[in-house]
């Protein structure tokens, strides 16, 4: 899992509660990303950031929003309004290096369970 | 639009058999392609990357993927399983894109391995 760290590693909630998805990296990485796992699925990709304040809608935004304050971090909040929240969240990111973005590395991942 | 397509949900090898997992690809232009593994509930680990260069690539613990330009494919290989290969494996392509843009990752849904002793 390298140097990306998410937590907490489980996460329960109550329906229509918002709830905020931690994803810190030390490996210096420019962009950052977060995908949604359902079994069967695949991985979705949810928002990604290439640089400080900016980000971009992935396939699936709907009902998610994060910040970019700090190159750092790159959290998620899932609003009431994403209506079947339930699933594996991972953050990835990737270097710049050399003009390109090539591999994506991945953090440890949160379950999130919202009854 | 860029898609990747894993036609088997599960294969199934005995250790010490070679094992392949098959993915093939979608995408506009050169495509970037990759493998990761993912045991369970963890986070994806990279496994090997085509960017460009030979078209079998090697990566970690003994796994090798060839990239197929005609049959736009990029199987995972691997000339001997091991029980501890038991695992769920992913494809992904992106575009090339401009230099220096976060390309969009597209994942496959996924294949799981089991290595049977």
């Known amino acids: 899992d390298g140097g990306i760290t998410q937590s907490p590693k489980y996460l329960f909630r109550k329906e229509g509660q918002n709830v905020t998805l931690s994803c810190e990296q030390n490996l210096n990485h420019d962009a950052m990303y977060w995908y949604r796992q359902d079994p069967g699925q695949g991985l979705r990709l949810i928002y990604y950031s290439q640089i400080v304040n900016d980000f971009q809608k992935g396939d699936i935004a709907e009902g998610y929003s994060v910040s970019r304050e700090k190159k750092e971090s790159f959290p998620l909040t899932v609003t009431s309004a994403q209506k079947n929240p339930t699933a594996f969240y991972l953050c990835a990111s990737s270097t710049t290096s050399g003009g390109y973005t090539y591999e994506q590395y991945f953090g440890p991942g949160t379950r999130l369970t919202v009854t | 639009a860029q898609s990747v397509a894993q036609p088997e949900d599960q294969v199934n090898v005995a250790e010490g058999n070679p094992l392949t997992v098959k993915c093939t690809y979608s995408v506009s232009g050169n495509p970037y392609l990759f493998w990761y593994v993912q045991y369970p509930n963890r986070g994806l680990q990279f496994l090997l990357k085509?960017?460009?260069?030979?078209?079998l690539v090697k990566g970690s613990y003994g796994f090798e993927a060839e990239f197929n330009k005609s049959q736009t494919s990029f199987h995972l290989k691997k000339p001997s399983a091991l029980v501890s290969d038991s695992a769920l494996y992913f494809c992904?392509?992106?575009?090339?894109?401009?230099?220096?843009?976060?390309?969009?990752?597209?994942f496959g849904s996924g294949t799981q391995l089991t290595v049977l002793p």
């Open positions: 992904a392509v992106r575009d090339t894109g401009p230099r220096g843009s976060a390309r969009q990752l597209t």
């Open positions: 085509y960017i460009t260069g030979d078209n």
